[in-house]
T-cell receptor, first 115, second 114 residues
């Protein structure tokens, strides 16, 4: 596809369940970022992948959150034992290389609601 | 502690007039600033940026001004059009540090009335 694709668009889950959010970046983009936007807040950095380098996970809010990027392409963000405070829009972005945000494209996001 | 602040949650202007969106930051290590525009149910899209070595950058109807001493930047849209109605986010990064971590403000909802 031409842009960054995220799935699902919406996810409602029960508290305590695990969820997986998927991001398909733009082909050829080596940098991939996850952000989340909680209600009334700005976007919050979660994790960054660059090529085959070790990811920067410093933004992950707890050890219930993890992410992987397989083959330098598709990324999955996993939240275990979801809590209500995890409810947010999770956004993925990709760019040609590290930090090239003027050339970065964001996906439409996954709206996660934990009930 | 919010390092990037957009103190106006919303702004309403008439079509054809100027829209001025403001942003303040506290981290003196930030040296690159970006504005993003976001429509409902879509991801943010990059609009315009400015490096701290400049005080102004212009792109068509959009101009960003940076006042480093005041740690303040503003986005001017002139003339405003109804299609400009969206949420605008200010973002900042430290290009010498973790230059892949953007710090965002909470956004300002701009409504341009026909």
């Amino acid at each position: 596809g031409a842009g960054v694709s995220q799935s699902p668009s919406n996810k409602v889950t029960e508290k305590g369940k695990d969820v997986e959010l998927r991001c398909d970046p733009i082909s050829g983009h080596t940098a991939l970022y996850w952000y989340r936007q909680s209600l009334g807040q700005g976007l919050e950095f979660l994790i960054y992948f660059q090529g085959n380098s070790a990811p920067d996970k410093s933004g992950l809010p707890s050890d219930r959150f993890s992410a992987e990027r397989t083959g330098g392409s598709v990324s999955t963000l996993t939240i275990q034992r979801t809590q209500q405070e995890d409810s947010a829009v999770y956004l993925c972005a990709s760019s040609p290389s590290r930090g090239t945000y003027t050339e970065a494209f964001f996906g439409q996001g996954t709206r996660l609601t934990v009930v | 502690d919010q390092q990037v602040k957009q103190n106006s949650p919303s702004l309403s202007v008439q079509e054809g007039r100027i829209s001025i969106l403001n942003c303040d930051y506290t981290n003196s290590m930030f040296d690159y600033f970006l504005w993003y525009k976001k429509y409902p149910a879509e991801g943010p899209t990059f609009l315009i940026s400015i490096s701290s070595i400049k005080d102004k950058n212009e792109d068509g109807r959009f101009t960003v001004f940076l006042n480093k001493s005041a740690k303040h930047l503003s986005l001017h849209i002139v003339p405003s059009q109804p299609g400009d109605s969206a949420v605008y986010f200010c973002a900042a990064l430290n290009s010498g540090g973790s230059n892949y971590k953007l710090t965002f403000g909470k956004g300002t909802l701009l409504t341009v009335n026909p």
